[in-house]
């Protein structure tokens, strides 16, 4: 069973830069054709999805978010990262990574609470 843990600071102050690692046990993040997104939820809105890094390394990012936001991983710790620069309260939101294979998002971390302070 694979699982996902999100951790990193649950208060970040308006344009510095937000980072969360996502820990995943039970598979391999470079299993072939597997994709760690990260995924977020502002208060009263929908899911908006930000980015992911492939099994191979290769990143993608939204296009709204792609000028401020990275992805990167450590393969030895099985882990990968969010960077995302320049916040402002409009970034707080409730933070899930989540594995991808094919069409389906099979795994899901429970979710981090950001909140921006202004």
């Known amino acids: 069973q694979v699982q996902l843990q999100e951790s990193g600071p649950g208060l970040v102050k308006s344009s510095q830069t937000l980072s969360l690692t996502c820990t995943v046990s039970?598979?391999?993040?470079?299993?072939?054709?597997?994709?760690w997104t990260w995924i977020r939820q502002p208060p009263g809105k929908g899911l908006q999805w930000m980015g992911a890094i492939a099994y191979s390394g290769s990143t993608y990012y939204s296009p709204s978010l792609k000028s401020r936001t990275s992805i990167s991983r450590d393969t030895s710790k099985n882990q990968f990262s969010l960077h995302l620069s320049s916040v402002t309260p409009e970034d707080t939101a409730v933070y899930y990574c989540a594995s991808k294979y094919g069409l389906v998002y099979d795994y899901w971390g429970q979710g981090t609470q950001v909140t921006v302070s202004s």
């Open positions: 039970g598979g391999s993040i470079t299993t072939n054709y597997y994709y």
